[in-house]
């Protein structure tokens, strides 16, 4: 169940365009290696993909940033 | 059992959506947009999707209210217009016409600001007439 | 139909009927009942669309025993079906009248272009979703462009709640969407894209694909586009097609044996 | 801010009874892994909902992982 | 609407909502329309996204911001100056539409001479607004026809609300853009009804129609139609009736559906106001903050309730039908007034509302006397429809202005009546959020509104936060010179530093503590709610 519904959400998430930030492995308790390695390689995939782009929707970050450019106007991220 | 879809106007802000009552056995259930209104095509904001919810509320005024010494206490509609009545037939009296106001609305319909300013104008007397327009 | 309709209604094999009826120029949603047997020769189709069996829940949250009929396009049939389901409706308690339905994935040819969206205006095909896609196109995009051009289509979200309050299968008397922890409140826009996605993920083994949430959207965001992509997902993961079976989705979002209680959702809001 | 080399923040749900206790194992046999990851412990990964991982990437996750 | 009718004739929206989406640009001044009108700011974003240019001009950093091809946030209260150096830039280049300026207008020389001195620098010295925005944000304007100008609260709402009127009525005609299909200037009306309140008379100075009590004519129609003598100097408005209360002038006072205690300026102020009362009638759905210190209370029927008419923003009178029951004993408004009336023994029967229309429409000729009932349907009409075959009117001034030609006016800027100085260094305004509504006495109560907001908040920079050492959710004690409230504060960049914003829905937290009820607009009466200066401070803890 775990695994279809980690699918379910990666694909969605992919679908708006999140891709690959989400990750499942799985690890028996014994298997310390194995979880150092997943931690390790996810974090480099990470690295790679840089920093979350939502990360600035609360106000940090303007939306223009974001390609494409010309879609926002110049404003900064505004609460109500 | 009685069910009706009663068609009405948003009574929140100025623009005017069409919505429906979903009324079922004389209680309003929800508050839908109408599809084919000119000014809303069918959508409808927050306050609008919950307009309903004031209406129900438990909170609404059931009966007229006399305040009789510093408290209030429940009455009959009689009793009520006839103290609030003869108020103002003693202030017009003493003080003149001028000494009274009328505040109107925004949140009644127009045959009722049309009474109430009639109202003013013709039992009372007097042109203070005012209403939140300018809040 | 019309016919038929007055039947039932006369001989009891329903208590009221839901259908459209014109009224002063609107084609509106009217329950027929064999007090006004008359009324039935005004019954039409109805070239607008409401969700006539979320007004048939409401009636059963209140008298859980009367007999409902109503006008069912494709879409209907298979919310009724989500909705028996979930116990929200007795199939027993309930007989339709089916009548054309509109083009869906779920169903290959139909006739009613309800849904058929305007062409899209040029700022919304440069920066935005085209209304008229299908997800097979949005996946054509580059991540990055997907990712703006869903975000420039939440960021105008005014937080109606109308594709949640419009939903045929939206029954639950919580709400995800009204859970302050899960998304946060007070703000214009809502908190982006979380709050869009909370509820795709709730629609996931109920959406029918009906398109009244994009309908009702006030701002045009393509959600039935995105809800499509959920029930594909759902399809591929889970191989479950909402709305044509009698079994519940096997999606549940806690776990395994927990499901979600469903409950009528007047209950919760006329108690206020 | 300077920032030489992007640091991602990472947050893990982890099993109690699986990954969490292969973390613990990391630990305790001094096994060096990345500094980025926050882990929380849940009783089962399947009590982790979608939800969960939405508010985690909503307040700025840069990755989630599951561990079962 | 003062600011209108002097430009234009006619003091109501000029357009249709629905014309909103075909303008090519669209130039929002003073309005959070997404939080406020959110079906306009649907016609808004449809617009936008088939091709029309979009300028957000406010104070705040609102959600329209976002989409706005020039977004600007000018100070508080400085509209005036905005708009002429707009026209100064217009003129400069060439854009005005020199035809209609001379065929459908009058007084454009005097303007044409007070803006030379608006130059841009000028205008960035007042405003805050740099030149290369502002060159900008001309440009999109007189460039793009028709443009549609949308204002609300945020134009009215000063000392200087009148001239901020005009002065939105002076670029619109400058360029030729009122009087035409998707152009016009359009103010969004706050309240369902306030369109139709001020059509039926329910102003000191005008009977229905805008027909003014001092014409003699006009008093002689409406006196025969009553069967009564009328009074003919025009009376007094709600900011002329707070210090009349205090002087002892006004003894009673009827209240319909309004909650003054909470939405007027300077909340102390007519707190006192309403001691001196000799009697206080309220009507009302709810024990609202002003039904709590009436004498009698009256229990009044809601929207569902009653049959009738509203009219909106955009001049449509449209029908509401009676959907259910009034609740325990509460009447209709209408009932209420007629029976009242007849116990002060001014007989009034009414067996419908219908019956108050028409004798309405008959006594109202030029805007509303086509209408009827029966033809409003649904869909309702737009006035002018002055007779039975008359379709309504999408748009006013098409030839020509309601008032013949459309008038200029020489608007100088005048500063807000108080702004920050050392003791009360932030800039206060006030306003609506999106879940809330006016003095949430009826949003409040409803469950699915209350869960979005519980609370009253003030939203403070987080600059201005960081150097405070103020954290979200902080109580901020606020002080100006009328008075002092408690508040929330909400860290958010939609405030510029060095201005607070306060939602105007909470009775906790009530705002109007803090407004200044001495400063009003001259002429129209309304007060400056938008710009106070406080002073803020952390609750030690």
């Given at each position: 169940?775990?695994?279809?519904?980690?699918?379910?959400?990666?694909?969605?998430?992919?679908?708006?365009?999140?891709?690959?930030?989400?990750?499942?492995?799985?690890?028996?308790?014994?298997?310390?290696?194995?979880?150092?390695?997943?931690?390790?390689?996810?974090?480099?995939?990470?690295?790679?993909?840089?920093?979350?782009?939502?990360?600035?929707?609360?106000?940090?970050?303007?939306?223009?940033?974001?390609?494409?450019?010309?879609?926002?106007?110049?404003?900064?991220?505004?609460?109500? | 059992?009685?069910?009706?879809?009663?068609?009405?106007?948003?009574?929140?802000?100025?623009?005017?959506?069409?919505?429906?009552?979903?009324?079922?056995?004389?209680?309003?259930?929800?508050?839908?947009?109408?599809?084919?209104?000119?000014?809303?095509?069918?959508?409808?904001?927050?306050?609008?999707?919950?307009?309903?919810?004031?209406?129900?509320?438990?909170?609404?005024?059931?009966?007229?209210?006399?305040?009789?010494?510093?408290?209030?206490?429940?009455?009959?509609?009689?009793?009520?217009?006839?103290?609030?009545?003869?108020?103002?037939?003693?202030?017009?009296?003493?003080?003149?016409?001028?000494?009274?106001?009328?505040?109107?609305?925004?949140?009644?319909?127009?045959?009722?600001?049309?009474?109430?300013?009639?109202?003013?104008?013709?039992?009372?007397?007097?042109?203070?007439?005012?209403?939140?327009?300018?809040? | 139909?019309?016919?038929?309709?007055?039947?039932?209604?006369?001989?009891?094999?329903?208590?009221?009927?839901?259908?459209?009826?014109?009224?002063?120029?609107?084609?509106?949603?009217?329950?027929?009942?064999?007090?006004?047997?008359?009324?039935?020769?005004?019954?039409?189709?109805?070239?607008?669309?409401?969700?006539?069996?979320?007004?048939?829940?409401?009636?059963?949250?209140?008298?859980?025993?009367?007999?409902?009929?109503?006008?069912?396009?494709?879409?209907?049939?298979?919310?009724?079906?989500?909705?028996?389901?979930?116990?929200?409706?007795?199939?027993?308690?309930?007989?339709?009248?089916?009548?054309?339905?509109?083009?869906?994935?779920?169903?290959?040819?139909?006739?009613?272009?309800?849904?058929?969206?305007?062409?899209?205006?040029?700022?919304?095909?440069?920066?935005?979703?085209?209304?008229?896609?299908?997800?097979?196109?949005?996946?054509?995009?580059?991540?990055?462009?997907?990712?703006?051009?869903?975000?420039?289509?939440?960021?105008?979200?005014?937080?109606?709640?109308?594709?949640?309050?419009?939903?045929?299968?939206?029954?639950?008397?919580?709400?995800?969407?009204?859970?302050?922890?899960?998304?946060?409140?007070?703000?214009?826009?809502?908190?982006?894209?979380?709050?869009?996605?909370?509820?795709?993920?709730?629609?996931?083994?109920?959406?029918?694909?009906?398109?009244?949430?994009?309908?009702?959207?006030?701002?045009?965001?393509?959600?039935?586009?995105?809800?499509?992509?959920?029930?594909?997902?759902?399809?591929?993961?889970?191989?479950?097609?909402?709305?044509?079976?009698?079994?519940?989705?096997?999606?549940?979002?806690?776990?395994?044996?927990?499901?979600?209680?469903?409950?009528?959702?007047?209950?919760?809001?006329?108690?206020? | 801010?300077?920032?030489?080399?992007?640091?991602?923040?990472?947050?893990?749900?982890?099993?109690?009874?699986?990954?969490?206790?292969?973390?613990?194992?990391?630990?305790?046999?001094?096994?060096?892994?990345?500094?980025?990851?926050?882990?929380?412990?849940?009783?089962?990964?399947?009590?982790?909902?979608?939800?969960?991982?939405?508010?985690?990437?909503?307040?700025?996750?840069?990755?989630?992982?599951?561990?079962? | 609407?003062?600011?209108?009718?002097?430009?234009?004739?006619?003091?109501?929206?000029?357009?249709?909502?629905?014309?909103?989406?075909?303008?090519?640009?669209?130039?929002?001044?003073?309005?959070?329309?997404?939080?406020?009108?959110?079906?306009?700011?649907?016609?808004?974003?449809?617009?936008?996204?088939?091709?029309?240019?979009?300028?957000?001009?406010?104070?705040?950093?609102?959600?329209?911001?976002?989409?706005?091809?020039?977004?600007?946030?000018?100070?508080?209260?400085?509209?005036?100056?905005?708009?002429?150096?707009?026209?100064?830039?217009?003129?400069?280049?060439?854009?005005?539409?020199?035809?209609?300026?001379?065929?459908?207008?009058?007084?454009?020389?005097?303007?044409?001479?007070?803006?030379?001195?608006?130059?841009?620098?000028?205008?960035?010295?007042?405003?805050?607004?740099?030149?290369?925005?502002?060159?900008?944000?001309?440009?999109?304007?007189?460039?793009?026809?028709?443009?549609?100008?949308?204002?609300?609260?945020?134009?009215?709402?000063?000392?200087?609300?009148?001239?901020?009127?005009?002065?939105?009525?002076?670029?619109?005609?400058?360029?030729?853009?009122?009087?035409?299909?998707?152009?016009?200037?359009?103010?969004?009306?706050?309240?369902?009804?306030?369109?139709?309140?001020?059509?039926?008379?329910?102003?000191?100075?005008?009977?229905?129609?805008?027909?003014?009590?001092?014409?003699?004519?006009?008093?002689?129609?409406?006196?025969?139609?009553?069967?009564?003598?009328?009074?003919?100097?025009?009376?007094?408005?709600?900011?002329?009736?707070?210090?009349?209360?205090?002087?002892?002038?006004?003894?009673?006072?009827?209240?319909?559906?309004?909650?003054?205690?909470l939405?007027?300026?300077?909340?102390?102020?007519?707190?006192?106001?309403?001691?001196?009362?000799?009697?206080?009638?309220?009507?009302?759905?709810?024990?609202?903050?002003?039904?709590?210190?009436?004498?009698?209370?009256?229990?009044?029927?809601?929207?569902?309730?009653?049959?009738?008419?509203?009219?909106?923003?955009?001049?449509?009178?449209?029908?509401?039908?009676?959907?259910?029951?009034?609740?325990?004993?509460?009447?209709?408004?209408?009932?209420?007034?007629?029976?009242?009336?007849?116990?002060?023994?001014?007989?009034?029967?009414?067996?419908?509302?219908?019956?108050?229309?028409?004798?309405?429409?008959?006594?109202?000729?030029?805007?509303?006397?086509?209408?009827?009932?029966?033809?409003?349907?649904?869909?309702?009409?737009?006035?002018?429809?002055?007779?039975?075959?008359?379709?309504?009117?999408?748009?006013?001034?098409?030839?020509?202005?309601?008032?013949?030609?459309?008038?200029?006016?020489?608007?100088?800027?005048?500063?807000?009546?108080?702004?920050?100085?050392?003791?009360?260094?932030?800039?206060?305004?006030?306003g609506r959020m999106?879940a809330h509504f006016h003095t949430g006495t009826m949003t409040r109560?409803?469950?699915?509104l209350?869960?979005?907001q519980?609370t009253g908040?003030?939203?403070?920079?987080?600059?201005?936060?960081?150097?405070?050492?103020?954290?979200?959710?902080?109580?901020?004690?606020?002080?100006?010179?009328?008075?002092?409230?408690?508040?929330?504060?909400?860290?958010?960049?939609?405030?510029?530093?060095?201005?607070?914003?306060l939602p105007i829905h909470f009775g906790?937290n009530?705002t109007?503590?803090?407004?200044?009820?001495?400063?009003?607009?001259?002429?129209?009466?309304?007060?400056?709610?938008?710009?106070?200066?406080?002073?803020?401070?952390?609750?030690?803890?």
């Amino acid at each position: 169940m775990t695994v279809k519904r980690i699918t379910f959400l990666q694909e969605l998430l992919a679908f708006i365009g999140l891709e690959e930030r989400l990750h499942l492995s799985w690890i028996s308790s014994a298997e310390a290696q194995k979880f150092v390695r997943v931690v390790t390689d996810f974090t480099e995939k990470i690295r790679e993909l840089g920093p979350n782009p939502l990360a600035g929707y609360n106000g940090i970050i303007k939306p223009a940033e974001l390609e494409p450019a010309s879609g926002f106007g110049k404003g900064q991220v505004a609460q109500q | 059992m009685q069910c009706k879809l009663v068609p009405s106007i948003c009574s929140y802000c100025g623009t005017g959506c069409g919505l429906l009552f979903e009324v079922i056995d004389g209680k309003i259930n929800s508050t839908l947009p109408m599809k084919t209104h000119p000014v809303n095509e069918g959508k409808l904001c927050i306050k609008g999707w919950n307009l309903h919810e004031h209406i129900n509320s438990f909170m609404r005024l059931k009966h007229p209210l006399v305040k009789t010494f510093g408290r209030f206490i429940k009455t009959d509609w009689d009793e009520a217009l006839q103290v609030t009545a003869d108020r103002f037939k003693e202030i017009v009296a003493k003080h003149g016409p001028d000494s009274v106001g009328m505040l109107v609305s925004a949140k009644i319909t127009n045959e009722e600001n049309y009474l109430a300013q009639k109202f003013a104008r013709a039992v009372i007397g007097t042109n203070n007439v005012d209403h939140c327009a300018r809040l | 139909m019309n016919d038929r309709v007055k039947r039932w209604l006369e001989d009891g094999t329903v208590d009221l009927f839901l259908g459209y009826k014109m009224i002063m120029g609107h084609p509106l949603p009217h329950c027929f009942v064999k007090e006004k047997i008359e009324e039935v020769n005004d019954l039409i189709i109805g070239p607008a669309r409401y969700s006539l069996e979320k007004i048939a829940t409401h009636i059963a949250a209140v008298k859980p025993d009367i007999k409902i009929g109503l006008l069912a396009r494709d879409c209907n049939q298979r919310a009724l079906n989500v909705l028996y389901i979930w116990n929200q409706l007795n199939p027993e308690n309930v007989r339709t009248v089916n009548v054309n339905c509109c083009p869906s994935n779920l169903k290959e040819h139909g006739d009613c272009s309800y849904l058929e969206h305007e062409a899209a205006g040029s700022f919304k095909r440069q920066v935005g979703i085209d209304n008229n896609l299908q997800p097979e196109n949005i996946e054509g995009y580059g991540q990055s462009q997907r990712l703006s051009r869903w975000m420039y289509e939440f960021q105008k979200c005014i937080k109606c709640y109308g594709c949640r309050n419009i939903c045929p299968v939206c029954f639950c008397q919580e709400c995800s969407l009204e859970h302050r922890e899960l998304v946060g409140t007070g703000a214009l826009p809502p908190e982006i894209p979380i709050f869009h996605l909370v509820r795709a993920v709730h629609m996931a083994g109920r959406c029918i694909d009906c398109g009244l949430c994009e309908d009702a959207c006030p701002v045009d965001i393509p959600l039935r586009l995105l809800y499509q992509k959920v029930n594909e997902i759902v399809s591929d993961v889970f191989d479950y097609k909402t709305g044509t079976g009698d079994s519940q989705s096997p999606f549940n979002i806690l776990g395994d044996t927990v499901t979600l209680e469903p409950k009528p959702i007047q209950l919760a809001k006329t108690a206020n | 801010m300077k920032e030489d080399r992007f640091e991602p923040k990472i947050l893990a749900f982890v099993c109690n009874w699986c990954a969490y206790g292969a973390a613990d194992l990391a630990g305790v046999s001094r096994m060096q892994y990345p500094p980025n990851v926050r882990a929380i412990r849940v009783m089962c990964s399947a009590t982790v909902s979608p939800h969960h991982i939405l508010r985690a990437l909503q307040d700025g996750a840069d990755g989630v992982l599951v561990g079962g | 609407m003062a600011g209108l009718a002097a430009a234009f004739g006619s003091g109501a929206m000029t357009n249709s909502i629905a014309d909103i989406e075909d303008a090519g640009c669209i130039f929002v001044i003073g309005s959070n329309t997404t939080a406020c009108h959110p079906l306009i700011a649907r016609r808004i974003f449809r617009a936008k996204e088939k091709g029309a240019k979009l300028i957000v001009a406010d104070p705040r950093n609102i959600q329209l911001s976002r989409f706005a091809d020039v977004a600007v946030q000018h100070r508080l209260g400085s509209d005036v100056a905005l708009l002429n150096g707009m026209m100064h830039l217009i003129i400069r280049n060439g854009w005005q539409d020199k035809d209609y300026i001379a065929q459908r207008t009058e007084d454009y020389e005097a303007l044409e001479k007070l803006l030379q001195s608006y130059t841009p620098e000028k205008v960035k010295a007042i405003t805050g607004v740099d030149p290369a925005d502002l060159e900008n944000m001309t440009e999109l304007y007189a460039t793009h026809p028709p443009a549609s100008l949308l204002y609300a609260m945020g134009i009215t709402q000063h000392t200087t609300g009148v001239d901020n009127v005009k002065s939105c009525c002076n670029v619109a005609m400058l360029c030729g853009y009122v009087g035409v299909h998707g152009g016009g200037v359009n103010p969004l009306r706050g309240q369902n009804n306030v369109q139709g309140a001020c059509d039926m008379g329910g102003l000191p100075n005008v009977y229905t129609g805008y027909q003014p009590v001092a014409d003699a004519e006009a008093r002689e129609k409406f006196s025969t139609a009553w069967g009564t003598e009328l009074p003919d100097s025009p009376g007094l408005t709600i900011t002329d009736m707070i210090p009349a209360m205090l002087e002892g002038k006004l003894k009673g006072l009827y209240v319909i559906g309004e909650n003054p205690k909470l939405s007027d300026p300077d909340w102390n102020h007519l707190n006192h106001a309403l001691k001196e009362l000799d009697f206080l009638v309220v009507q009302e759905l709810f024990l609202s903050e002003t039904a709590q210190v009436a004498d009698v209370v009256l229990p009044a029927a809601s929207v569902a309730e009653k049959d009738g008419t509203f009219t909106n923003s955009e001049r449509r009178c449209m029908r509401i039908h009676k959907a259910i029951e009034p609740v325990g004993n509460a009447l209709p408004d209408w009932q209420i007034i007629a029976r009242l009336s007849t116990a002060m023994g001014y007989q009034m029967d009414y067996a419908s509302p219908e019956e108050i229309f028409d004798e309405m429409t008959a006594l109202t000729p030029k805007s509303y006397a086509g209408m009827t009932y029966e033809r409003l349907g649904l869909d309702g009409l737009q006035w002018p429809c002055p007779d039975g075959q008359h379709p309504g009117t999408p748009y006013l001034h098409k030839d020509q202005f309601t008032r013949g030609k459309g008038k200029f006016h020489a608007v100088e800027y005048k500063d807000p009546a108080e702004l920050p100085d050392k003791e009360y260094p932030y800039f206060l305004t006030t306003g609506r959020m999106f879940a809330h509504f006016h003095t949430g006495t009826m949003t409040r109560i409803s469950p699915h509104l209350d869960v979005e907001q519980t609370t009253g908040y003030v939203t403070i920079n987080p600059q201005d936060a960081g150097s405070l050492d103020i954290k979200e959710g902080d109580v901020l004690i606020l002080s100006s010179r009328r008075g002092q409230m408690e508040a929330p504060a909400k860290i958010s960049g939609s405030v510029e530093p060095g201005t607070l914003f306060l939602p105007i829905h909470f009775g906790e937290n009530p705002t109007n503590v803090l407004t200044n009820a001495e400063a009003f607009d001259p002429l129209a009466k309304i007060p400056e709610f938008k710009v106070s200066a406080v002073n803020i401070e952390k609750l030690a803890s």
